[in-house]
């Protein structure tokens, strides 16, 4: 029932304290399981007919569909799980190829690319929860973050003459990311003025 009435929103309001008050009574008759999901499901086919909802479809499609996915390929590259010469690994075993005399200097950085990497991982399912909360003050915040760690990310494996290819695609899809969670974040803002603060921080 608290999903159902997440999922109305506060356009239907009046429709979600009609199916509460109704549940009560499905509950006196012990029939409270099938009411609670029948419920559900109307939510669900509902949302799309309704501003409030398809923002909340749109949000779980960007959390779920982009930001985790990505958060795991930024702990995959941290750990090694990437295939090819990407990841931490990837960069070990070019480390002296290019200039002998950078050998030290990259492996002494290995451990800081690779704090940047679970942090940009970690920053990335913050996001996630932060935008399905509409929370934007930690979206806010963790849209920094990580575009500081990539940034960082970016700078040191340049300086570095690190072997990373692999980080233009990623560097890509984080810039993506963020455009698209801020046209969310100016979406809701019309839906909501509170929300209005929030994005103007951008």
């Known amino acids: 029932m608290a999903l159902a009435t997440y999922s109305l929103g506060d356009d ?11 549940y009560e009574e499905a509950r006196a008759a012990g029939r409270q399981l099938g009411f609670a999901t029948g419920c559900l499901v109307a939510a669900w086919r509902e949302m799309p007919r309704h501003a409030e909802g398809r923002l909340v479809l749109a949000d779980h499609a960007l959390a779920l569909g982009l930001l985790i996915p990505v958060a795991f390929l930024q702990f995959a590259c941290a750990i090694g799980l990437s295939s090819g010469q990407s990841g931490i690994y990837g960069m070990l075993a ?4 290019k200039d002998p ?17 679970l942090l940009l991982g970690s920053a990335h399912l913050r996001l996630a929860w932060a935008l ?13 973050l990580i575009a ?3 940034l960082t990310l970016v700078m040191l494996v ?6 990373a290819a ?11 990311e963020l ?16 929300t209005t603060l929030a994005h103007s921080a951008w």
């Not at 399905?132 to 920094?144: F, K, N, P, Y």
């Open 12 to 22: 239907r309001y009046e429709w979600a304290l009609a199916m509460q008050a109704e």
């Open 94 to 97: 070019m480390v002296g190829t």
């Open 101 to 117: 005399y950078l050998a030290n200097a990259q492996l002494g950085a290995l451990p800081v690319l690779l704090v940047l990497w």
């Open 132 to 144: 399905l909360d509409r929370d934007w003050t930690r979206v806010v915040q963790s849209g920094s």
């Open 148 to 150: 500081a760690a990539a």
């Open 158 to 163: 340049g300086v570095l003459h690190l072997e």
């Open 166 to 176: 692999f980080l233009g695609p990623v560097v890509g899809v984080m810039v993506v």
């Open 179 to 194: 455009i698209l969670i801020l046209a969310a974040s100016h979406l809701h803002g019309r839906a909501s003025p509170e």
